[in-house]
C-alpha cells in the first residue's frame, strides 16, 4: 500500500524487464505480483509527472497483467472500455517510457487510439463501445476462419448505459467467442447508479441471505422430508438473486464474481474461459484507487489528478464556467419549484454537487445514459416541468437523435447547458467539443447561445430558462476572463448581437469563449468588434451593419468550420443579398490531438497571433485584387 505519490521514479527491476506481453509472458505465475507492485509504483510516479486518470487504472492492474499473461496480444484482441482504465495496458505494450508525455502535446493519447500502438485495438474515449466492438471482432474471426479471442472489458460505470445491453443481446444470438469482462468497482466517475448497480451491490453484500441459509442448514437437516424442500427452495432463491440469472438469461456462460486483485485466482479463472467457445461474462470485483490510500479514501476525488508541482501562489481568477452553471442552477431552483436538475453521470464534472444536495428530490443522475436523459426531460416538459440537462458537448452527441425527435420536434421547454465546448485541452479528440454549433443550429425550434464570459453565461442560462421551448447553452472549460457574475436573472434580448467596438475596415463577429482574444486583435487593427452571443436566431441586423461599415468581415468560432457559426453568417449574407468579403476562422475540418488548450489555439490559428496574421493576409489579397 502506497501513500504518497512518488516523486522520484521508482526501481522497477522485473517491469524494466518488459517491453511488451511476450516479456510478461516468459515470467512465472509467482512473479507476477511483484510486477503488479512495481506496475503501480511506476503507475503513481508516471501520473504524478503528467496528470491524467488515476483511479480506475490502479483498479485494474491485476487484472491488465492476468489479461495479457493468459492471452496472446496483439492477435487476441482485447478491448478496453472507458478508456481512461488502459494506462497499466499502455505501460506493458511498448509504452512505459513514453508514459511521461501522455496528455501532452504530440505525446501519448490520454485513451486508447489505435494509430499509436498495434496493441489498442479499438479507440475509445467515452464509454460502452467495447463489447460492440469485441464482438464485431469475434464475428470477423469467425467469418475469417480464425481462431483468435476477443475480449471486451467494461466497468467504471459503463455497464449502465443502453448500448452495453444492445450489444450484450446480439452476442448471446449470434454466440460468437467473445469474453465480457465486468471491471465491478462500484465507480464510475461518480458513484454508479441504476437498478443494475444496486442490484449488484445487494448481491454481493447478501449477509443477511447467507445467515438465514446456515442457521435453516441446522434446524432443517434434522427433518428429512423438510430439508429436501428446503434445498429446492434455495436454488430457486440462487437463481433469483444471483446476478449469473441475467447474463445467462441473456445466452452467455458466467463465471463470477471473482477478486479482481487475486492475480492467480483470475489466471486461472481466464485459463478455463480460454478454452471454452460462445460467449463468456468474467465478473470481477475490484476497488478504485487500489494500493494508494488515499485513492481507496476518496476514489471521486483521485478519479484525476493534476501533475505535481511545485506550490504557486494562488492567482486571481474568477469562476470555472460549470461553477458558473452549479451557482445559477441553485438559484434558479430556489425561485422555481418547476426546475428539475439531469446529468448523465456527471455530478461533479458539471458542478452539480450543491444542487443534488439541496435538491435531492429534484435532481436526477441517470448514469451514462445520455439518450434516457434527453427523453427523460421530454416526458418531464410534456407535464409542465421545467428541466435542465447539463452535459458535456461530446456527450450530446450521443442523444443527438432523442433532441431533435423528442424535444425539438415537439417544441418542449428543455433548457440543455453544454459544458466542454470548444478544445478542452489535454483528454483530445474524443473530448473536444468542436462540433456542437454545426449539428445543433440546423435544429428547428432551438435557440443557440455562447457566452463571451461568466456573467453572459449566467445571463444567457437564465434566457433559455425563461424561453419557451428548447434552448441551449454551450460554454468552455476553465474559467473566463473573469467577469464575476452577479445573482440577478437578467433575460438577454433574444437574437441580438453587442457592439464592443467601433473601428474601421475590418469587423469581428465572434461567437463565443474567443472573443477576449479577438477584443485584443481589434485593438491592433483598428478593428470593429461584435459579440454576436445567438448563433441561432442570428441578428441579422448586426450582418447587415457590419456589411455597410466596413470592408471585410471575420467571423471567429471554437467550434469546426464546417456548418459553424460562420457558415450561418456566409448563409445569412446570400439570403439578405449582401456581396460582401467573408474570413471564416475556427476549426479544421480534421480532428485535434490533445495538448494544452493555449497550444492547441495556436496550433489551429485562433490564437491572438493566428487571427492577426489570418486577417492581414486577407486583406493583403483584398488589396492586390483592386
Known amino acids: 500500500m502506497f501513500d504518497e505519490i512518488p516523486s522520484s521514479r521508482p526501481q522497477t527491476p522485473l517491469l524494466d524487464q518488459i517491453q511488451t506481453p511476450e516479456d510478461l509472458r516468459r515470467?512465472?505465475?509467482?512473479?507476477?505480483?511483484?510486477?503488479?507492485?512495481?506496475?503501480?509504483?511506476?503507475?503513481?510516479?508516471?501520473?504524478?509527472?503528467?496528470?491524467?486518470?488515476?483511479?480506475?487504472?490502479?483498479?485494474?492492474i491485476e487484472l491488465t497483467i492476468a489479461l495479457h499473461y493468459v492471452y496472446q496480444t496483439p492477435e487476441d484482441r482485447l478491448v478496453w472500455d472507458v478508456g481512461h482504465q488502459a494506462y497499466p495496458h499502455k505501460i506493458l505494450t511498448e509504452r512505459r517510457e513514453a508514459m511521461l508525455s501522455i496528455r501532452q502535446y504530440q505525446g501519448l493519447a490520454a485513451f486508447p487510439k489505435r494509430a499509436e500502438s498495434i496493441y489498442d485495438t479499438f479507440g475509445?474515449?467515452?464509454?460502452?463501445t467495447s463489447i460492440s466492438a469485441a464482438l464485431g471482432m469475434a464475428i470477423a474471426a469467425q467469418h475469417q476462419g480464425q481462431q483468435r479471442k476477443s475480449i471486451a472489458v467494461i466497468g467504471d460505470g459503463a455497464l449502465t448505459a443502453g448500448m452495453a445491453f444492445e450489444a450484450l443481446s446480439h452476442?448471446?444470438?449470434?454466440?460468437?467467442?467473445?469474453?465480457?469482462?465486468?471491471?465491478?468497482?462500484?465507480?464510475?466517475?461518480?458513484?454508479?447508479?441504476?437498478?443494475?448497480?444496486?442490484?449488484?451491490?445487494?448481491?454481493?453484500?447478501?449477509?443477511?441471505?447467507?445467515?438465514?441459509?446456515?442457521?435453516?442448514?441446522?434446524?432443517?437437516?434434522?427433518?428429512?422430508?423438510?430439508?429436501e424442500l428446503a434445498k429446492r427452495t434455495e436454488?430457486?432463491?440462487?437463481?433469483?438473486?444471483?446476478?449469473?440469472?441475467?447474463?445467462?438469461?441473456?445466452?452467455?456462460?458466467?463465471?463470477?464474481?471473482?477478486?479482481?486483485?487475486?492475480?492467480?485466482?483470475?489466471?486461472?479463472?481466464?485459463?478455463?474461459?480460454?478454452?471454452?467457445?460462445?460467449?463468456?461474462?468474467?465478473h470481477v470485483i475490484t476497488r478504485k484507487g487500489r494500493g494508494f490510500a488515499p485513492a481507496e479514501a476518496d476514489p471521486?476525488?483521485?478519479h484525476a489528478i493534476t501533475k505535481l508541482e511545485k506550490p504557486k501562489s494562488p492567482s486571481k481568477?474568477?469562476?470555472?464556467?460549470?461553477?458558473?452553471?452549479?451557482?445559477?442552477?441553485?438559484?434558479?431552483?430556489?425561485?422555481?419549484?418547476?426546475?428539475?436538475?439531469?446529468?448523465?453521470?456527471?455530478?461533479?464534472?458539471?458542478?452539480?454537487?450543491?444542487?443534488?444536495?439541496?435538491?435531492?428530490?429534484?435532481?436526477?443522475?441517470?448514469?451514462?445514459?445520455?439518450?434516457?436523459?434527453?427523453?427523460?426531460?421530454?416526458?418531464?416538459?410534456?407535464?409542465?416541468?421545467?428541466?435542465?440537462?447539463?452535459?458535456y458537448s461530446t456527450f450530446l452527441q450521443r442523444a443527438y437523435d432523442q433532441l431533435v425527435h423528442d424535444v425539438a420536434v415537439q417544441n418542449l421547454d428543455v433548457l440543455f447547458a453544454i459544458d466542454r465546448a470548444g478544445l478542452v485541452g489535454e483528454d483530445g479528440p474524443t473530448h473536444h467539443g468542436a462540433l456542437d454549433l454545426s449539428f445543433l443550429r440546423c435544429v428547428p425550434e432551438l435557440i443557440l447561445m455562447a457566452p463571451a464570459d461568466e456573467q453572459e453565461c449566467r445571463d444567457m442560462l437564465t434566457t433559455g430558462y425563461l424561453y419557451a421551448g428548447p434552448a441551449a447553452v454551450r460554454y468552455p472549460r476553465g474559467t473566463g476572463p473573469g467577469c464575476l457574475p452577479n445573482n440577478t436573472f437578467n433575460q438577454l434580448p433574444l437574437g441580438k448581437a453587442q457592439k464592443r467596438r467601433s473601428g474601421?475596415?475590418?469587423?469581428?463577429?465572434?461567437?463565443?469563449?474567443?472573443?477576449?482574444?479577438?477584443?485584443?486583435?481589434?485593438?491592433?487593427?483598428?478593428?470593429?468588434?461584435?459579440?454576436?452571443?445567438?448563433?441561432?436566431?442570428?441578428?441579422?441586423?448586426?450582418?447587415?451593419?457590419?456589411?455597410?461599415?466596413?470592408?471585410?468581415?471575420?467571423?471567429?468560432?471554437?467550434?469546426?468550420?464546417?456548418?459553424?457559426?460562420?457558415?450561418?453568417?456566409?448563409?445569412?449574407?446570400?439570403?439578405?443579398?449582401?456581396?460582401?468579403?467573408v474570413l471564416n476562422l475556427g476549426l479544421p475540418d480534421r480532428f485535434i490531438d490533445q495538448g494544452s488548450t493555449a497550444e492547441l489555439l495556436a496550433e489551429v490559428g485562433l490564437d491572438s497571433q493566428g487571427i492577426q496574421a489570418a486577417i492581414s493576409q486577407r486583406l493583403a489579397t483584398l488589396e492586390t485584387r483592386t
Not at 244 to 264: C, Q, V
Request: glycine residues 8%; contains cysteine; hydrophobic residues 45%.
Open 27 to 60: 515470467l512465472s505465475v509467482q512473479q507476477l505480483p511483484q510486477v503488479a507492485h512495481e506496475l503501480r509504483a511506476y503507475l503513481l510516479y508516471s501520473v504524478g509527472q503528467t496528470g491524467g486518470h488515476f483511479g480506475a487504472g490502479l483498479g485494474v
Open 124 to 128: 475509445v474515449g467515452h464509454s460502452s
Open 171 to 227: 452476442a448471446g444470438h449470434v454466440r460468437a467467442d467473445l469474453l465480457v469482462v465486468l471491471n465491478d468497482n462500484e465507480m464510475s466517475i461518480s458513484e454508479n447508479v441504476g437498478g443494475l448497480a444496486t442490484y449488484l451491490a445487494k448481491v454481493l453484500a447478501s449477509r443477511t441471505y447467507a445467515r438465514v441459509r446456515e442457521n435453516s442448514k441446522k434446524v432443517l437437516s434434522k427433518l428429512p422430508m423438510a430439508w
Open 235 to 282: 436454488e430457486h432463491m440462487k437463481g433469483m438473486v444471483s446476478p449469473s440469472t441475467l447474463f445467462e438469461e441473456m445466452g452467455f456462460h458466467y463465471i463470477g464474481p471473482i477478486d479482481g486483485h487475486d492475480l492467480p485466482a483470475l489466471i486461472k479463472a481466464l485459463e478455463t474461459i480460454k478454452e471454452l467457445s460462445g460467449p463468456q461474462f468474467l
Open 300 to 302: 471521486i476525488g483521485y
Open 317 to 391: 481568477t474568477g469562476p470555472k464556467y460549470s461553477q458558473v452553471f452549479g451557482q445559477w442552477i441553485c438559484d434558479m431552483a430556489a425561485q422555481d419549484a418547476r426546475l428539475i436538475g439531469i446529468t448523465p453521470a456527471m455530478r461533479e464534472g458539471s458542478d452539480l454537487i450543491r444542487f443534488s444536495q439541496e435538491y435531492p428530490e429534484r435532481y436526477f443522475d441517470v448514469a451514462i445514459a445520455e439518450q434516457h436523459a434527453v427523453t427523460l426531460a421530454a416526458g418531464m416538459a410534456c407535464e409542465g416541468l421545467k428541466p435542465v440537462v447539463a452535459i
Open 504 to 581: 474601421t475596415r475590418v469587423a469581428l463577429l465572434v461567437f463565443g469563449s474567443p472573443l477576449t482574444t479577438c477584443a485584443e486583435v481589434a485593438d491592433q487593427l483598428n478593428a470593429s468588434l461584435y459579440n454576436m452571443r445567438f448563433i441561432k436566431p442570428l441578428d441579422k441586423e448586426a450582418l447587415q451593419e457590419a456589411a455597410a461599415m466596413h470592408s471585410l468581415l471575420v467571423t471567429v468560432e471554437e467550434n469546426a468550420l464546417a456548418g459553424g457559426a460562420g457558415s450561418a453568417v456566409n448563409e445569412a449574407l446570400a439570403e439578405l443579398g449582401i456581396d460582401c468579403p
